[in-house]
């Protein structure tokens, strides 16, 4: 009886030891896929990133936005004329040369308005080469090798049966979790672009208000916003940075249970340090 009992156990042990592997396993393949992909995606430009997206917004901005920029430039120019000429003492100190002044910022407005995409790539050129350049610096894999695997089945197969039920529902329940961080990180890069698109299709707008001096601050305003949208970028390498590196000093061999449980602590500070991001690079640049 003794003998049917023991074999009985043993056969649980090894179904829960082969399913606590899958697990371990397949735990952290979708995170590390979507930490493996963000260096790639946030180092792209918006052309680069999606040509058609990129295609359909230019022209929309460009058929639909610009129009309203000029008849928005247009208000502003001859406010700025009216301003220019009753800022003499009504006239009474009249000179001619604030006509040139006024046509030079006038056409330097017309420019900016005319070369909004140009400008705002520029931008995303400048961000692109600095996450490119902290991505060679910045390295090391979050994945477990297989000598950590074959260390951690050792260890299982030392455990009783009870603990390693425990361990088995909590390696499930870790796995879900690391699935849905997995498509949070997924929204955060992906959704960083998609407002980088929306900012992107309104440009001629804040570009137009560059010809007052009291108006241009809300050009100001979406140039600094445009520079922390590309950084952001560069604040996301270095969340993945940290990460990996504390993967790395987390030890699978001694308590898995502590060990797995720790890697999901760093999971979830790394999604919480990914929504920081775009506040943080937003309040270095002084950018509402």
């Known amino acids: 009886m003794n003998t049917i009992l023991e074999q009985i156990t043993e056969w649980l042990k090894g179904m829960l030891i082969d399913g606590i592997m899958n697990n371990l396993s397949g735990m952290f393949d979708a995170v590390n896929q979507q930490v493996g992909d963000v260096a790639a995606q946030v180092g792209r430009t918006p052309s680069a990133f999606s040509p ?6 230019r022209n929309v901005s460009e058929s639909v936005i610009i129009p309203i ?6 208000f502003i120019a001859c406010y700025e004329l009216i301003q220019m000429i009753i800022d003499h003492n009504n006239l009474s100190n009249f000179e001619t040369w604030i006509f040139f002044k006024w046509v030079f910022k006038t056409f330097v407005a017309v420019l900016l308005i005319t070369n909004t995409f140009n400008i ?16 060679g610096i910045i ?3 979050t994945a477990v090798d297989a000598s950590t695997l074959e260390s951690m089945r050792e260890t299982l197969e030392e455990m009783e049966l009870g603990p390693l039920l425990g361990l088995f529902l909590q390696s499930f329940v870790v796995q879900l979790c690391s699935m849905i961080l997995s498509v949070v990180i997924f929204v955060i890069v992906y959704g960083r672009m998609v407002e980088i698109y929306l900012m992107t299709s309104l440009a001629p707008i804040p570009f137009a208000t560059f010809g007052n001096r009291e108006q241009s601050q809300i050009g100001q305003n979406y140039l600094r916003s445009l520079f922390a949208l590309g950084f952001q970028g560069f604040l996301i390498m270095i969340c993945v940075g940290i990460y990996a590196v504390l993967v790395q000093t987390v030890s699978f061999s001694d308590d898995i249970i502590a060990s797995i449980w720790g890697v ?6 790394l999604c919480f340090s990914l ?6 690079a937003k309040s270095v640049l002084n950018a509402r």
């Open 264 to 269: 999901m602590g760093y999971t979830v500070l």
């Open 275 to 280: 929504f920081k991001t775009g506040g943080l």
């Open 69 to 74: 920029a000029g008849m928005i430039l247009t």
């Open 120 to 135: 705002t790539m520029a931008v995303f050129d400048v961000a692109q080469h600095v996450v490119n350049a902290s991505a």
């Open 139 to 141: 390295s090391g894999s």
């Open 52 to 57: 058609g997206v990129f295609s359909m917004v």
